[in-house]
C-alpha cells in the first residue's frame, strides 16, 4: 500500500513548466501554432528512442532535430532559435505554487526530476519563486537516460537520501507515473494535460484534476507502518 511521502519528485516541462506560449513563437516563424502539441510529443518520443537504443541527447538538442522534421528541414536556423530561446520565459502552471506551499507546510521535501538540464530547471524556479520550495534539483543528464527507465529514478532515490517507499513523482505525464511505480516509488497524477490516464500504464497511486488535488491526496495517505 502507498505511503505518505516525507518526499516529492516533480517532473518539470509541462507538470510545473508551461509550453503555451511558445505557441505565438511558433506563429511567428510561420509554423502552425497547433504543431506545438506534436513538436513536443515528437521531442519526447526521440529522446526515449534513444534511450532505447543506448544513447543519450540533451533536450535541446533533440528540440531542434523534432523541429527540422516537423517541417522536413525547411526551418531556418533563426528560427529554430527564436523558438527555443522561448524556453527561458516560460511561466509555472497556476496551481504549481500553492501545491507546493500545501506540502512545504506539511514538512514535506520537494525536488526537481527533469529531462531537461538542472541549471535550465533552476533558472525557471528562481524566476517564477518557487526555488524556496526546492532543495534540489535533478537532471537525467546525469546519469544520460531520459525518463522512464527505472534507473533514472533509483538515481532519484539516492540523490534524495531516501528509500522508493518514502517517496512519491508527481507528474503530469502517465509514462513518468508508470516508470516511477516500477521503480517502487508512489506516483500522482494530475489530470490537466492528458485528460485521461491510459490503461496501458499502472495506475497512479493518487489522481487528481490539478497539482493542489494530488498534494492533498498524497498528503491523505497513511504514514508507513513501524
Not at 61 to 78: F, H, P, Y
Request: aromatic share 6%.
Amino acid at each position: 500500500m502507498p505511503a505518505r511521502p516525507s518526499v516529492v519528485l516533480f517532473d518539470v516541462v509541462e507538470t510545473l513548466m508551461s509550453l503555451e506560449p511558445l505557441r505565438s513563437r511558433f506563429a511567428a516563424v510561420g509554423l502552425p501554432p497547433e504543431l506545438l502539441e506534436r513538436w513536443f510529443d515528437r521531442l519526447l518520443r526521440d529522446g526515449m528512442a534513444l534511450t532505447l537504443a543506448g544513447d543519450y541527447a540533451p533536450v535541446p538538442e533533440v528540440a531542434e532535430a523534432a523541429l527540422r522534421t516537423l517541417t522536413r528541414g525547411e526551418i531556418s536556423t533563426d528560427a529554430v532559435e527564436h523558438v527555443l530561446v522561448g524556453f527561458a520565459e516560460l511561466p509555472a502552471h497556476p496551481d504549481v505554487e500553492p501545491a507546493m506551499r500545501l506540502l512545504a507546510e506539511q514538512d514535506i521535501r520537494l525536488l526537481c526530476l527533469s529531462n531537461g538540464a538542472a541549471q535550465t530547471t533552476q533558472h525557471f524556479l528562481d524566476r517564477t519563486g518557487l526555488a524556496t520550495y526546492v532543495e534540489q534539483v535533478l537532471s537525467v543528464a546525469d546519469v544520460r537516460s531520459w525518463k522512464p527507465p527505472p534507473r533514472v529514478y533509483h538515481y532519484a532515490l539516492e540523490k534524495a537520501g531516501s528509500t522508493a517507499e518514502q517517496v512519491a513523482l508527481v507528474a503530469v505525464h502517465a509514462f513518468d507515473c508508470h516508470g516511477a511505480h516500477r521503480a517502487g516509488l508512489t506516483t500522482g497524477w494530475a489530470s490537466r494535460l492528458e485528460g485521461h490516464y491510459a490503461d496501458i500504464f499502472a495506475p497512479a497511486d493518487v489522481v487528481g484534476t490539478d497539482l493542489v488535488e494530488v498534494a492533498r491526496g498524497l498528503l491523505s495517505l497513511s504514514h508507513a507502518s513501524t
